[in-house]
């Protein structure tokens, strides 16, 4: 049977499943996969979104285009001062 990774993961995914892993660890693994699966669909919504946004709104809202990733996964850094 061949290899079904098909390159590298990203770091924050969860790892694989292991044949040998009694039910409730790869239970726990399947809800670790749909958490991250739902947060990527989350982020790549968000980036859509804020992509669709002119430079001059982007400028509005305090952002670059160059912004729009890490916003998508870190939201913006509140300064509370």
Known sequence: MENMS????????????GAGEP???M?????EWIVWIENELRVH???NRLSGLSDDMLSDI?????DIEH??????????S
Do not use: I
């Open 6 to 17: 098909s390159g590298p993961q990203p770091s924050n995914a969860p790892g694989p499943v």
């Open 23 to 25: 039910k409730f660890q």
């Open 27 to 31: 239970s726990r693994k399947l809800g």
């Open 45 to 47: 919504r968000a980036v």
């Open 62 to 66: 305090g952002a670059h285009r160059g």
């Open 71 to 80: 916003l998508a996964r870190h939201g913006r850094e509140v300064d509370h």
